[in-house]
């Protein structure tokens, strides 16, 4: 074989490569999990993070990735990522990344700490960075918050009109305030507005989710 059929072979055997790379990527779901630590919310800690590993976790396949943050006063902080992973093809290598990742989250839930302030907007956006580094077909937002955003004096939190392109969101576990039993109008106002300003930021869709068992369904339709 001469040096220019070589050549050829090279390009074409690469050009393969890269093909079935990127078949893996548009098949590939990464999801971002968010957490409020913030006022009474900071007490569903436990229960949000059993909802991670039982309902999130074990639904991940090789090559998807997973991120988990928390939402205080200043959620666009890379300290606030918490725990995050990118699954090997190796089935087994996976499975030692899953277990390594729950072990996170265990440890995680037995730190202390309330955020006086709730950010939601911030780790939104620190979530689409994560996300869209990946490169991954599917991506999504969880949200575990009671979903009333209190910034701190000064701060700004403007989406950009594609900040959630490609990205569907989901509120999960979204206890409700002491004024929303009075007045149910103050709870389903509060998610429709979250609704309406992500789907202008370009999310491809939003959803409530009350079920925690209904999680493995929401993923796999991702997919």
Same mark, same amino acid.
């Given at each position: 074989?001469?040096?220019?059929?070589?050549?050829?072979?090279?390009?074409?055997?690469?050009?393969?490569?890269?093909?079935?790379?990127?078949?893996?990527?548009?098949?590939?779901?990464?999801?971002?999990?968010?957490?409020?630590?913030?006022?009474?919310?900071?007490?569903?800690?436990? &229960?949000?993070?059993? /909802? !991670?590993?039982?309902?999130?976790?074990?639904?991940?396949?090789? =090559?998807?990735?997973?991120? @988990?943050?928390?939402?205080?006063?200043?959620?666009?902080?890379?300290?606030?990522?918490?725990?995050?992973?990118?699954?090997?093809?190796?089935?087994?290598?996976?499975?030692?990344?899953?277990?390594?990742?729950?072990?996170?989250?265990?440890?995680?839930?037995?730190?202390?700490?309330?955020?006086?302030?709730?950010?939601?907007?911030?780790?939104?956006?620190?979530?689409?960075?994560?996300?869209?580094?990946?490169?991954?077909? &599917?991506?999504?937002? /969880? !949200?575990?918050?009671?979903?009333?955003?209190?910034?701190?004096? =000064?701060?700004?939190?403007? @989406?950009?009109?594609?900040?959630?392109?490609?990205?569907?969101?989901?509120?999960?576990?979204?206890?409700?305030?002491?004024?929303?039993?009075?007045?149910?109008?103050?709870?389903?106002?509060?998610?429709?507005?979250?609704?309406?300003?992500?789907?202008?930021?370009?999310?491809?869709?939003?959803?409530?989710?009350?079920?925690?068992?209904?999680?493995?369904?929401?993923?796999?339709?991702?997919?």
């Amino acid at each position: 074989m001469d040096m220019n059929n070589i050549r050829a072979f090279i390009i074409i055997a690469l050009s393969l490569v890269c093909s079935a790379c990127g078949d893996n990527k548009r098949h590939e779901t990464a999801i971002c999990a968010l957490m409020d630590i913030s006022g009474t919310y900071a007490d569903e800690k436990p &229960n949000v993070i059993k /909802i !991670v590993k039982a309902g999130i976790v074990p639904q991940m396949s090789p =090559g998807d990735s997973l991120f @988990f943050i928390t939402i205080d006063s200043n959620s666009y902080d890379e300290q606030n990522l918490k725990a995050s992973l990118t699954l090997d093809y190796t089935p087994s290598k996976a499975n030692r990344q899953k277990l390594a990742f729950a072990t996170k989250l265990d440890e995680y839930a037995k730190t202390g700490g309330q955020a006086r302030f709730t950010d939601i907007s911030g780790a939104m956006m620190l979530c689409t960075d994560y996300l869209k580094k990946t490169g991954s077909g &599917n991506q999504s937002i /969880i !949200v575990f918050s009671d979903m009333r955003e209190e910034l701190k004096e =000064g701060f700004k939190r403007n @989406f950009d009109e594609n900040e959630f392109e490609g990205i569907n969101i989901a509120a999960m576990n979204v206890i409700k305030l002491s004024p929303d039993s009075s007045d149910p109008k103050l709870y389903r106002d509060r998610l429709a507005s979250w609704e309406k300003r992500v789907l202008k930021s370009g999310a491809n869709a939003w959803e409530v989710i009350i079920d925690p068992l209904k999680i493995p369904e929401y993923i796999e339709r991702l997919r």
